[in-house]
């Protein structure tokens, strides 16, 4: 009970910090920008609120300037239950991309930012 207590306080802060030290977005001209999130309406980011990788990458996110699904996975269950069942397991961040009809999953924030990196930074 303590143990969770001092994570969620912990988790909070971590985002209350990270709230007010964002880094600056991309800009992009209007073209690109509405391209970029194109692109981007095919992803959703699987995450829990307080996790510090969670914030990470939701910090690359804001940098790239695009808005990506976020889907919460520790408090709503069917969010949950599409993770596990889809993705194979109950893990965040995990970024789910939609691709020719089909759905792939990225664990792992480096990989997700990776990934995000290639697919944005040069947009």
């Not at 599409?82 to 664990?107: D, F, H, M, N």
Request: proline share 3%; with cysteine.
């Amino acid at each position: 009970m303590l143990l969770k207590l001092l994570r969620n306080g912990l988790g909070l802060l971590i985002v209350f910090i990270s709230s007010i030290t964002l880094p600056k977005q991309i800009q992009r001209p209007e073209e690109q920008q509405k391209a970029a999130q194109q692109l981007a309406n095919k992803l959703s980011l699987y995450q829990f609120y307080g996790c510090p990788f969670c914030v990470k990458t939701r910090r690359a996110i804001h940098a790239l300037n695009i808005k990506i699904e976020y889907r919460d996975a520790a408090n709503n269950k069917q969010h949950r239950s599409e993770l596990l069942e889809q993705g194979g397991e109950i893990k965040v961040p995990c970024l789910r991309i939609e691709e020719a009809g089909t759905s792939r999953w990225l664990y792992e924030s480096s990989d997700i930012i990776n990934y995000l990196n290639k697919q944005f930074a040069n947009s």
